[in-house]
Nanobody, 125 residues
Framework: QVQMVESGGGLVQAGGSLTLSCAASGRTVSTYVMGWFRQIPGKEREFVAC????????YYVDSVKGRFTTSRDNAKNTVSLQMNSLKPDDTALYYC??????????????????WGQGTQVTVSS
């Protein structure tokens, strides 16, 4: 089992940048495919990005392509989400997730086994 804690959220103006971090404990993240999701009140949790175990395969939702980059440092047991050119529509609670049954990545929340508590990102216009 793995426990994850997200950090790095906050309030930023449109066009600004934030870097979210996800620190894992309990088991090494190298055994998991890692994903980033976001959610706003009243809506379903939305896929943002995922990265496979080696870090060589990454997938993004179309709305963040070219603006967000995910990476991982298996030695430090961390995963990051660099977010640039932020827009008000990016405002949400951001979660990292770990999937033990995945081989590459998935956009489906049901494919992930462990979740962090989330970190709030608010982008003002």
């Amino acid at each position: 089992q793995v426990q994850m804690v997200e950090s790095g959220g906050g309030l930023v103006q449109a066009g600004g940048s934030l870097t979210l971090s996800c620190a894992a404990s309990g088991r090494t993240v190298s055994t998991y495919v890692m994903g980033w999701f976001r959610q706003i009140p009243g809506k379903e949790r939305e896929f943002v990005a995922c990265i496979n175990r080696s870090g060589l395969l990454k997938y993004y939702v179309d709305s963040v392509k070219g603006r967000f980059t995910t990476s991982r440092d298996n030695a430090k047991n961390t995963v990051s989400l660099q977010m640039n050119s932020l827009k008000p529509d990016d405002t949400a609670l951001y979660y990292c997730a770990a999937g033990s049954r995945l081989s590459s990545g998935s956009r489906n929340t049901r494919d992930y086994d462990y979740w962090g508590q989330g970190t709030q990102v608010t982008v003002s216009s």
